[in-house]
C-alpha cells in the first residue's frame, strides 16, 4: 500500500505517545495511535497521520505500530521534539501527568491530499 493508492479502510489522524506505568512498562498511548493499533489487529487497512519525536519513546512506538502492519506512510517525524508521554505511576488516571511533544507540531499541509482515499476518516 502507497501513501496514494487510496486502499484504505482508515485513516487515523491525531496523536500519538507512550504511556508509561509504575512498574516500568511502556505501552501504545494516544488516541489516534491505539485506534490505528486496535483497527489494524481486526486486519483493516490503516494508516496512521501524526508526528513524533526520534527519541526512544518514538521509536519503541514506531516498532510497535509496525508491527501490527499500521501503515506509516504520513507519520512525520520532529527531530528536535520528543515524542508525548504519559506517566501515570499508580495506575490511577487522576494521577496521570502527561508530557506533551512532537504531536502537536503537527501542520495541516501535513495532512494527507483529498486523494488519499479511506471508508473513514477518524
Do not use: C, F, N, Y
Amino acid at each position: 500500500m502507497t501513501p496514494m493508492s487510496g486502499a484504505l479502510d482508515w485513516l487515523a489522524v491525531g496523536d500519538v505517545a507512550e504511556e508509561r506505568g509504575s512498574d516500568s512498562s511502556a505501552i501504545l498511548g494516544g488516541g489516534a495511535a491505539r485506534l490505528a493499533a486496535h483497527a489494524a489487529a481486526l486486519r483493516a487497512r490503516v494508516s496512521l497521520v501524526a508526528k513524533m519525536g526520534e527519541d526512544d519513546a518514538g521509536r519503541r512506538v514506531r516498532d510497535a505500530l509496525q508491527r501490527l502492519k499500521v501503515d506509516l506512510s504520513w507519520l512525520r517525524s520532529a527531530p528536535a521534539m520528543r515524542t508525548t508521554v504519559w506517566h501515570e505511576p499508580d495506575g490511577q488516571p487522576q494521577r496521570r501527568r502527561v508530557e506533551r511533544g512532537a504531536d502537536l507540531a503537527l501542520r495541516l499541509d501535513e495532512i494527507p491530499p483529498m486523494s488519499v482515499v479511506a471508508a473513514l476518516t477518524v
